[in-house]
């Protein structure tokens, strides 16, 4: 693609994209309810699924247009690789600041956008003094981080199967708990 | 149509349905997943850069994971702010508020403790998100639509912790 390849080293064109697929992200977020603390304690308290519907209708979107985009050489994966030490480790810190803020890095900010003060006033800067904190301390957890490599970088790649098998079994499973949901009233 | 952009709330199915087509668009165009957290980090790296011109060159993590840079990652931040401020304006839903209702009817309306809390929730949220390389977005949704395992490993470790949490801190208050 040499147009989206020109766009891609274009420094300027950049910027602008970058602000305007943010704007439509924010933009969306909110519509979708989640910029709302009560929205994403309620869904980690389980009485509320609005995030879990967000998130799965967008991967059940996501998986097989980034994958048809590969598919016809308009785009590239970018997947890193993974490790316990690193995924497993920090996935769990994150949960305990995602509970505590009520909010995540991205709608952390949308959340400030609609009027949440405790959001600009304290997530925000939060947000930028626990990237410090951990840029400050990285040569020491560094080690943690490459600790029990996963065998595989995808799905497909750890279960040996054909990719397209994997996205129709994925796929078919994220819709039949989309049902399901809707089926029992959450 | 043009209704929807002023209505207070969409489907969660066409919100996500959008933002799928989003992070596409995302991989497409500016040949990158959609992730929101390595915008923090640059900020930060921007600060000290601000301070220190030779903290690129002194600290590891500048030179092997995020230089700080003014790029399209860094300009999704005030992006998201400002794109839900638009939504929220279009359908009258701009609230300035201390204290979310879930929180004030668990621990009151103290905005003090609110703001410390939120702040010490985002210090550990950041730092979290460093150490698993990605957030809701880039690993969430970015990185589970590619069947990548680092991302399916974080996003389940996303929520377990943040059930876990969440149930601690409001065990026993009613809520």
């Not at chain 1, 995808?154 to 949901?181: D, Q, S």
């Amino acid at each position: 693609m040499p147009m989206c390849t020109r766009i891609h080293h274009h420094g300027k064109a950049q910027l602008v994209l970058g602000l305007c697929v943010g704007i439509l992200f924010g933009f969306l977020l909110q519509k979708g309810g989640v910029t709302s603390y009560n929205v994403i304690v309620g869904q980690l308290l389980l009485e509320n699924f609005t995030v879990v519907k967000v998130i799965l209708s967008a991967v059940i979107v996501a998986m097989i247009g980034i994958h048809l985009l590969v598919r016809f050489d308009y785009a590239e994966l970018h997947v890193h690789p993974g490790s316990w030490g690193s995924n497993l480790v920090g996935g769990l810190i994150f949960g305990v600041g995602f509970a505590l803020l009520g909010l995540c890095p991205g709608t952390v900010a949308g959340a400030a956008g609609t009027g949440a003060l405790d959001a600009l006033v304290g997530g925000i800067p939060g947000m930028l003094v626990g990237s410090g904190l951990f840029i400050g301390l990285y040569p020491g957890i560094k080690p943690i981080l490459c600790r029990a490599p996963f065998a595989a970088q995808t799905l497909p790649e750890f279960l040996h199967l054909n990719r397209w098998i994997v996205i129709v079994v994925v796929e078919a499973c994220m819709i039949g708990i989309l049902i399901l949901f809707a089926g029992i009233g959450l | 149509m043009f209704d929807m952009l002023f209505q207070p709330t969409w489907s969660p199915y066409i919100a996500g349905a959008g933002i799928g087509i989003l992070v596409c668009l995302s991989f497409l165009v500016c040949n990158r997943p959609l992730g929101t957290s390595s915008a923090y980090a640059k900020v930060w790296g921007l600060m000290e850069k601000a301070i220190d011109p030779a903290v690129e060159e002194k600290k590891e993590f500048y030179r092997e994971e995020i230089p700080p840079r003014v790029d399209g990652v860094l300009m999704l931040l005030p992006g998201i702010l400002i794109g839900a401020f638009l939504s929220a304006a279009l359908s009258g839903q701009i609230h300035l508020s201390w204290v979310p209702l879930l929180w004030a009817g668990a621990f009151g309306n103290n905005a003090i403790l609110r703001v410390i809390v939120a702040f010490l929730g985002g210090i550990i949220l950041a730092f979290g998100s460093r150490w698993a390389g990605g957030c809701t977005s880039g690993h969430g949704i970015s990185g589970t639509s590619q069947l990548a395992l680092s991302s399916i490993v974080s996003a389940a470790c996303f929520f377990i912790g943040g059930i876990i949490t969440a149930f601690l801190l409001f065990h026993g208050t009613g809520v």
